[in-house]
């Protein structure tokens, strides 16, 4: 159902929830939205596309400790999950870290010319290169091909967790409730220096109140908010065979990248990497 259609009635329940400070009608809402936006996976969908909602669901996993999410999510009944993802492409290789030395022996021997073995120069001389920091090697980093096989695609995996339930972000629920919500808010180190932008008076409240359901958080830097439950994935990159898969994520105010490797036909994570922090 196209949510365009339903948004006026739904944020008038969602205001009246408010006034009321109803929890019920909040989860109402929440029903609503879930029945209004269903997940665009189909069995039309590209090989590549099929894979990356696969790998998806192996690495969406909001509990995982390594993701350090249980506090924000294990007591709400509602998930937010991402409606679109940037990018899905293909690179040459996507290396494991047990593969990383070979790797880069390889890559060493091939620009400097070394005929002598190398791996100790690359663990001295190496270890803090950004291509080699990035431990399984960030296709880019490491000039690995890499090419683009979609973007800005529409992208609604259907998840399932036995307690409990999905909404999937949209345009137009993303303008509902940055409607409802409002921005009142004190910008990034206007109280302290390192403090992120946090929202105030009625924002607070109401960030507060949705936070009944699902957690959301204001955005770090001001003027807008982060509705995902997350990680979220930005980017996927396959493998030419799509055995492997590199998952760049967003996780509140940082990120990093997640590995995962196909085998027996399931996905599962390799290893979870945060590499930057806003």
């Known amino acids: 159902m196209n949510v365009s259609g339903q948004s006026s009635k739904q944020e008038s329940l969602l205001q009246h929830a408010y006034e009321n400070q109803s929890v019920e009608e909040l989860y109402q809402f929440f029903e609503n939205w879930a029945n209004d936006v269903e997940s665009t996976e189909t069995t039309e969908d590209s090989p590549y596309l099929a894979e990356a909602y696969k790998v998806f669901r192996a690495f969406y996993q909001p509990l995982l400790s390594d993701y350090k999410g249980a506090s924000y999510y294990k007591d709400k009944p509602y998930y937010i999950v991402q409606g679109s993802l940037w990018k899905i492409s293909e690179a040459e290789c996507v290396i494991m870290p047990y593969e990383m030395d070979s790797f880069f022996v390889a890559r060493v021997r091939e ?9 100790d120069w690359i663990r001295d001389y190496g270890r803090n290169r950004p291509c080699y920091g990035k431990r399984y090697c960030d296709p880019p980093y490491a000039n690995i091909p890499i090419v683009t096989l979609d973007s800005a695609i529409d992208f609604r995996p259907a998840v399932f967790f036995p307690d409990k339930k999905i909404v999937y972000l949209t345009e137009d629920y993303t303008k509902l409730l940055d409607n409802f919500l409002g921005d009142e808010h004190l910008g990034i180190g206007e109280k302290k220096v ?29 003027g807008y908010w982060q509705y995902e439950t997350y990680p979220k994935a ?16 967003r996780f509140k105010y940082e990120g990093g990248d997640v590995l995962l490797e196909k085998q027996n036909n399931e996905w599962g994570i390799v290893e979870v990497k945060y590499t930057w922090m806003e």
Request: cysteine-free.
């Open 111 to 119: 620009k400097f010319h070394v005929d002598t073995p190398v791996v």
């Open 194 to 222: 390192v403090q992120p932008a946090h929202a105030t008076l009625k924002s607070f409240d109401k960030m507060g109140y949705i936070n009944n359901a699902a957690t959301i958080f204001y955005g770090h830097w001001g």
């Open 234 to 249: 930005n980017h996927i990159i396959f493998n030419p065979d799509m055995s492997r898969a590199l998952v760049y994520f």
